[in-house]
């Protein structure tokens, strides 16, 4: 009871799986991906299980078509599930269970799989492929569209209520809680793909954030602070991204502009001043800074 989308964008070197359903916490349900390994999207009658089993073939080196058969085979329920799965090496196979709700369907593009059932019109998911094939921007913005067509081309026939993205590198680093970048969910809301969009823009501007922390750590205050203005241009009801880029200026020697940050936080939010109070207990700037810019 669900539309979906599973895609990989080589260049880019990521794939990933979008969903949403009139389901609660479909996040949790629906979609797994194991960076290096690839992606599953399983929904309808739904068989959890489906997840982690394909990911531990595709990962023992099977192609996506011989995982997913092989698990329809053993399934004694095949016919009231559909599944799709997505290996690294960019491979698709998904299957449709003629006893699924109507409507049901999926279609298979170049590195991608759109599927949906239970969905108001047969169209929903050729439309969900024709938006992701026509949508610019990483990977991302172009699974959103697709969830997006879904829902404007009548989505489920019950409605909306959550939505989830997850994101992972191909190729998995030594780091391994770098290797998904974008794990997002809306357990329940009524616009979830709405909400969906707006934590994508959240985590964008979290991701400038943290590149300005790591600017500062190598003393390149010009392009932290141009991190921290991006930060705040895409979230500027965010007061934190102000705090830290006001730290980080007065540090760089720049205290009068810091002080103009501060005087707008305090104003508002008079907690910031017992933050700024603290910081120098952690070390993360001098005493004699903060009772400057205290005044």
Not at 74 to 94: C, I, K, M, W, Y
């Amino acid at each position: 009871m669900t539309y979906s989308i599973v895609a990989m964008d080589r260049e880019e070197g990521v794939m990933g799986v979008a969903v949403q359903s009139h389901y609660f916490s479909v996040g949790t349900v629906v979609p797994w991906v194991e960076p290096g390994t690839g992606v599953v999207a399983t929904q309808a009658l739904v068989e959890p299980s489906y997840g982690p089993r394909g990911l531990a073939a595709m990962c023992a080196g099977l192609h996506a078509y011989h995982a997913l058969e092989g698990l329809l085979a053993a399934d004694t329920s095949p016919a009231v599930r559909q599944v799709s799965f997505l290996d690294v090496e960019g491979n698709v196979h998904t299957h449709t269970g003629k006893e699924c709700i109507p409507e049901a369907g999926h279609r298979i593009g170049h590195l991608y799989s759109c599927q949906a059932n239970m969905m108001e019109r047969d169209t929903v998911w050729d439309a969900m492929a024709e938006a992701y094939e026509d949508a610019e921007g990483t990977l991302k913005w172009r699974l959103l569209a697709a969830l997006e067509a879904a829902e404007e081309e009548g989505g489920d026939i019950r409605g909306k209520q959550s939505a989830a993205i997850i994101i992972a590198h191909l190729e998995p680093s030594s780091k391994p809680w770098h290797d998904v970048p974008i794990d997002l969910r809306v357990e329940d809301s009524p616009d979830p793909i709405g909400e969906l969009g707006r934590l994508l823009e959240v985590k964008r501007a979290y991701h400038y954030a943290e590149h300005g922390d790591l600017e500062i750590e190598m003393g390149n205050v010009s392009e932290a602070r141009d991190a921290f203005e991006q930060a705040r241009r895409i979230a500027p009801e965010n007061d934190e991204f102000a705090f830290w880029e006001a730290i980080m200026l007065a540090k760089a020697g720049e205290e009068a502009q810091a002080i103009t940050i501060f005087d707008d936080l305090f104003s508002r939010e008079p907690q910031w001043r017992e933050l700024l109070r603290r910081l120098p207990r952690a070390k993360l700037i001098d005493e004699a800074i903060v009772t400057r810019l205290l005044k």
